[in-house]
């Protein structure tokens, strides 16, 4: 309404601004639906099972929920404050994109058998990410456009060094991942590290298409002031693979595929003596559906490197 409560406000601008703003709300109504089917489905895997991979998934999930159900409300609010509007969503979007991060690393540090090197190399790189995403926070320039929609614009060298380190990162953790998965899946064909082969190459491909396109697009500016929004596409897409393969995983496993267990070196020893350093023989290598257990574990096994046997995986964290 006017000031004096008489007529509604009408607004003019050229018909490009609206298809913008109308593309902008598109893109959030998108995420927005997707990141509450993520919460809901997220929130089933943390009442399965409460470990911390699947907390940080429902965090994740439901932080981008929250996010864009706020940006939708506050569209229409247009006495709200647009700084605050746009930093909060901005700071919202980096914890959550953050936890997508750490749930990677911890699936990468589980799988390479707890390396620490691999860990500390991953912790630097995900502190870079984060820094630059703050940077990219604190100078990103707030806007109001003529149809009165809060945005914000992006610095260019930021973004882009923000993506390079994102890149570089998801790199990283996914070479390893699946380099390590790999080795195990040469000498123990389970259907699980089939499995997990698969979706760390779909999250690797994916996300940093994603990534390399968004950043193409809004440094474009195809969507005018209001570009910086596609970034949500990249968001989304991460948690909903990072969710994705959470599920996959249980799945494989309430299906009753059969599994390759440890085993247990020192119970081993005691039972038929010091075991021998292997040597790689083809011919041992263990069947498909082979299950192992107590002393016909040798009759397997014992040509094979032990060091690339597998442990258990639902006593790693990165199993739900």
């Not at 309404?1 to 009408?10: A, D, K, N």
């Not at 089933?44 to 099972?49: I, Q, R």
């Not at 882009?160 to 991942?177: D, H, P, Q, T």
Request: proline fraction near 3%.
């Amino acid at each position: 309404m006017s000031p004096h409560g008489e007529h509604p406000v009408q607004l003019t601008a050229p018909l490009y601004l609206l298809y913008q703003n109308n593309m902008m709300m598109a893109v959030i109504a998108m995420a927005t639906t997707v990141f509450i089917n993520n919460t809901y489905h997220a929130l089933k895997l943390v009442v399965e099972n409460r470990k911390p991979i699947n907390y940080l998934c429902f965090i994740q999930a439901m932080l981008g929920a929250v996010t864009n159900i706020a940006l939708i409300v506050l569209f229409f609010q247009f006495d709200f404050r647009c700084d605050i509007k746009m930093y909060t969503a901005a700071s919202l979007n980096l914890l959550s994109t953050t936890c997508i991060e750490t749930i990677l690393l911890i699936k990468v540090y589980y799988c390479s058998e707890s390396s620490y090197p691999i860990l500390s190399y991953g912790v630097v790189l995900g502190l870079a990410r984060f820094s630059m995403g703050l940077a990219n926070i604190l100078f990103a320039k707030v806007t109001v456009t003529p149809l009165l929609t809060c945005t914000n614009i992006v610095n260019s060298t930021i973004a882009l060094m923000l993506v390079a380190v994102e890149i570089s990162l998801n790199a990283y953790l996914s070479a390893c991942f699946l380099y390590s998965v790999y080795n195990r899946w040469k000498f123990i064909r389970a259907k699980v590290y089939v499995t997990l082969l698969q979706d760390g190459t779909t999250f690797s491909v994916a996300t940093t298409l994603t990534s390399v396109v968004m950043m193409v697009f809004v440094l474009l500016r195809v969507l005018g002031d209001n570009s910086s929004v596609l970034f949500n596409v990249s968001w989304v897409v991460s948690s909903k693979l990072t969710l994705e393969q959470l599920l996959r995983t249980r799945s494989l496993k309430k299906s009753g595929l059969p599994r390759v267990h440890a085993i247990n070196l020192e119970k081993l020893s005691g039972a038929v003596g010091p075991l021998k350093k292997p040597k790689m023989s083809q011919k041992n290598l263990v069947p498909l559906d082979s299950k192992v257990d107590g002393m016909n574990a040798m009759e397997n096994f014992e040509d094979i490197e032990l060091s690339l046997i597998v442990d258990d995986l639902e006593n790693h964290d990165y199993v739900p």
